[in-house]
């Protein structure tokens, strides 16, 4: 890099944008550091002298006299899932017009990876921390709290060691969904989840459905089961699974549409007819949801609400200020095509039979 020498031009400095831009030196100020605070007029003429100067602002002083960097650390389990990237989306934008910027990193669901993805960014000065979901290492907590850094959790609703939620309720959320599954006649029922021994979202989602289906007179057996990623192959390697029983289920309840997108997939492989001898359902409601063949009936979880609501929500508690936020948000039962009524062996027999027969 070349050193710097008298011919080349002097920075801009803070003076020369607020001179340019025809405001105070105070309304430049807050017009880069808290722009919700200042008008909109001045705040247009304030970007437009600062993008005509080339003007960067000194952010390593701005630190040490604000004893803040404005950079928030989000750490996800992984950006594989749409609806993790969906929420990562309105974290962002909500959090730059707040004036804060996003450090991201991932751990891929592995615990001891975490803690150490966790350090690093606080290691960064970050001023608060979004996580996902609220089993994590002691360590982790203890680490948030020695260092009096601002927490969200979200994907949850508990009461955690430290930090505040933003979440639903995954118990009520697979409860519903299991409602409706047991409403068309299904009582063989399987599930394909992520490992629970990490995962208390999962442990939650596998409640709901155990619950609704004790109620119903049921019992949820233990080896339909599946723990598997949340991913595509998660849920294809749910139905080769499936094949391989000798007493089939004929539902497939899948935690996230990944999974269920994947589980489309093998049917269509192994040709099992959904929803004709198995129905398969999912949980996030993306995009593609909507496009599969059959269309999927999923959960709707509102991920992009709940990434403006943790963005909202970190920088109050940064702030010492109140949004009047909810902490919670609400999931629904979206109906589609993938979802039957439970086939009845009689019926299935006699279509073995005709096709013989031909």
């Given at each position: 890099?070349?050193?710097?020498?008298?011919?080349?031009?002097?920075?801009?400095?803070?003076?020369?944008?607020?001179?340019?831009?025809g405001?105070?030196?105070?309304?430049?100020?807050?017009?880069?550091?808290?722009p919700?605070?200042?008008?909109?007029?001045?705040?247009a003429?304030?970007?437009?002298?600062?993008?005509?100067?080339g003007?960067?602002?000194?952010?390593a002083?701005?630190?040490?006299a604000?004893?803040?960097?404005?950079t928030i650390?989000?750490?996800?389990?992984?950006?594989?899932?749409?609806?993790?990237v969906?929420?990562?989306?309105?974290?962002?934008?909500?959090?730059?017009?707040?004036?804060?910027?996003?450090?991201?990193?991932?751990?891929?669901?592995?615990?001891?990876?975490?803690?150490?993805?966790?350090?690093?960014?606080?290691?960064?000065?970050?001023?608060?921390?979004?996580?996902?979901?609220?089993a994590?290492?002691?360590?982790v907590?203890?680490?948030?709290?020695?260092?009096r850094?601002?927490?969200?959790?979200?994907?949850?609703?508990?009461?955690?060691r430290?930090?505040?939620?933003?979440?639903?309720?995954?118990?009520?959320?697979?409860?519903?969904?299991?409602?409706?599954?047991?409403?068309?006649?299904?009582?063989?029922?399987?599930?394909?989840?992520?490992?629970?021994?990490?995962?208390?979202?999962?442990?939650?989602?596998?409640?709901?459905?155990?619950?609704?289906m004790?109620?119903?007179?049921l019992?949820l057996?233990?080896?339909?089961?599946?723990?598997?990623?949340?991913?595509?192959?998660?849920?294809?390697?749910?139905?080769?699974?499936?094949?391989?029983?000798?007493?089939?289920?004929?539902?497939?309840?899948?935690?996230?549409?990944?999974?269920?997108?994947?589980?489309?997939?093998?049917?269509?492989i192994?040709?099992?007819?959904?929803?004709?001898?198995?129905?398969?359902?999912?949980?996030?409601?993306?995009?593609?949801?909507?496009?599969?063949?059959?269309a999927?009936?999923?959960?709707?979880?509102?991920?992009?609400?709940?990434?403006?609501?943790?963005?909202?929500?970190?920088?109050?508690?940064?702030?010492?200020?109140?949004?009047?936020d909810?902490?919670?948000?609400?999931?629904?039962?979206?109906?589609?095509?993938?979802?039957?009524?439970?086939?009845?062996?009689?019926?299935?027999?006699?279509?073995?039979?005709?096709?013989?027969?031909?």
């Open positions: 890099m070349a050193a710097m020498t008298n011919l080349d031009p002097p920075r801009p400095t803070l003076e020369d944008v607020a001179k340019l831009a405001v105070s030196l105070g309304s430049a100020s807050r017009a880069l550091s808290v919700d605070q200042v008008k909109p007029k001045t705040l003429q304030v970007k437009r002298a600062v993008e005509q100067l003007y960067v602002s000194n952010g002083a701005r630190a040490l604000s004893k803040r960097t404005r650390g989000a750490i996800y389990p992984t950006m594989y899932n749409p609806a993790f969906e929420s990562l989306h309105t974290l962002q934008q909500t959090l730059w017009g707040l004036n804060y910027q996003v450090v991201l990193a991932i751990h891929e669901y592995i615990p001891e990876r975490e803690y150490d993805v966790v350090r690093a960014v606080v290691e960064r000065g970050v001023d608060g921390v979004v996580l996902v979901g609220t994590h290492e002691d360590r907590f203890d680490l948030m709290r020695q260092r850094i601002p927490l969200v959790l979200t994907w949850q609703l508990d009461e955690p430290y930090g505040e939620c933003i979440g639903f309720d995954n118990w009520r959320a697979t409860y519903e969904m299991t409602k409706e599954v047991l409403a068309r006649g299904h009582k063989q029922v399987a599930i394909v989840c992520g490992s629970m021994k990490n995962n208390q979202r999962a442990r939650q989602r596998v409640a709901g459905t155990a619950d609704a004790k109620e119903a007179g019992e057996a233990p080896d339909l089961v599946l723990e598997e990623p949340f991913s595509i192959e998660g849920g294809r390697d749910a139905v080769r699974q499936i094949v391989a029983l000798e007493e089939k289920p004929t539902v497939l309840i899948c935690h996230t549409d990944l999974q269920a997108i994947g589980a489309l997939h093998e049917c269509g192994q040709r099992i007819r959904v929803p004709e001898d198995m129905s398969i359902t999912g949980m996030d409601d993306i995009e593609l949801a909507a496009l599969t063949k059959p999927l009936t999923t959960i709707r979880v509102p991920t992009k609400e709940i990434g403006v609501l943790a963005a909202r929500r970190i920088v109050g508690l940064i702030e010492k200020r109140s949004f009047n909810p902490l919670s948000v609400k999931c629904e039962v979206v109906l589609r095509d993938s979802l039957g009524d439970a086939p009845l062996p009689a019926k299935r027999s006699l279509s073995t039979r005709r096709k013989t027969s031909r």
